[in-house]
């Protein structure tokens, strides 16, 4: 080996470590710069929060009723399924949508029984809260003639979980 190749040697060697340094500065610095504006962004609220879903609701169900024009109050029953899936009770404190004047929430001993208005519904911790025409319910009074629409919206309020507005399905008379 020639002097001049072992100098370059030794110095290749010598100069390893900063070598290195300086290709991990570059990647380092864009890890450091990209995390601090990673965090800015999600301090800031711009990721967006994390919710829990604290009920489940489905067959959500308006079903046909006979209408005619001009008629005198009417009403038209519900089904709905709310499942609670926290351990905390919860309650359906009231109900609203543009097709009823006003809504009402009924319980009932049984299909024979008559409608007792109430304020709330208790949807159990980790428990179901079903509701049709035959037992407890939303009615929704004096409602417009909504037979020939899909949906009809309704917007639940709880008083632990807020509100939800859902959009039931206009069914045959009768069924959920």
Do not use: H, K
């Amino acid at each position: 080996m020639t002097a001049t190749a072992e100098q370059a040697a030794a110095t290749a060697g010598r100069d390893l470590p900063r070598d290195l340094m300086r290709s991990a500065a570059v990647p380092l610095i864009c890890v450091i710069v990209l995390t601090g504006l990673l965090s800015a962004w999600v301090i800031s609220g711009g990721a967006g929060t994390l919710t829990r879903i604290r009920l489940q609701i489905t067959q959500a169900a308006v079903p046909m009723r006979g209408f005619t024009p001009g008629t005198a109050a009417g009403a038209a029953l519900t089904y709905l399924t709310i499942r609670n899936l926290t351990g905390t009770p919860d309650e359906l404190i009231a109900v609203a949508s543009p097709i009823a004047s006003r809504t009402v929430l009924t319980v009932r001993a049984g299909p024979a029984a008559a409608r007792t208005v109430v304020r709330d519904l208790v949807i159990p911790a980790y428990g179901t809260l079903a509701l049709s025409p035959f037992g407890d319910d939303v009615v929704l009074r004096d409602p417009v003639p909504y037979e020939t629409l899909g949906t009809v919206p309704l917007t639940l309020t709880f008083r632990n979980s807020g509100s939800v507005t859902i959009d039931a399905a206009v069914t045959a008379p009768g069924t959920p």
